[in-house]
């Protein structure tokens, strides 16, 4: 077979590949320069996003905020839409 000297190799590639590669990705400067823009890019700045209530107070004012939504939104449609004529049941 190869002998020793390619299982010593191997090793080598085995344990200096992740090392190499902790180190390079790893790197501050390399985060700052390759994946920084492509986040403030990918994803929404955090003072846009949904923040939830975390408290019983603000949580029920929230619920009833979003029935009233609801409510508002049901009644407007069913004020939109033309009313629908009874059919006259039919025997079979």
Do not use: C
């Not at 299982?7 to 985060?31: C, Q, T």
């Not at 994946?35 to 846009?48: D, Q, R």
């Not at 609801?70 to 004529?85: E, F, G, I, K």
């Amino acid at each position: 077979m190869a002998g020793p000297n390619l299982e010593l190799f191997k090793f080598g590639v085995y344990i200096f590949f992740p090392i190499a590669m902790m180190f390079h990705y790893g790197n501050p400067e390399w985060y700052e320069k390759h994946v920084l823009p492509f986040k403030e890019s990918f994803w929404p700045k955090e003072e846009t996003t949904n923040k939830p209530p975390h408290d019983k107070v603000s949580l029920q004012a929230e619920l009833a905020k979003l029935k009233a939504e609801r409510l508002a939104r049901r009644q407007s449609h069913l004020d939109d839409t033309p009313p629908v004529p009874a059919e006259t049941p039919r025997l079979v």
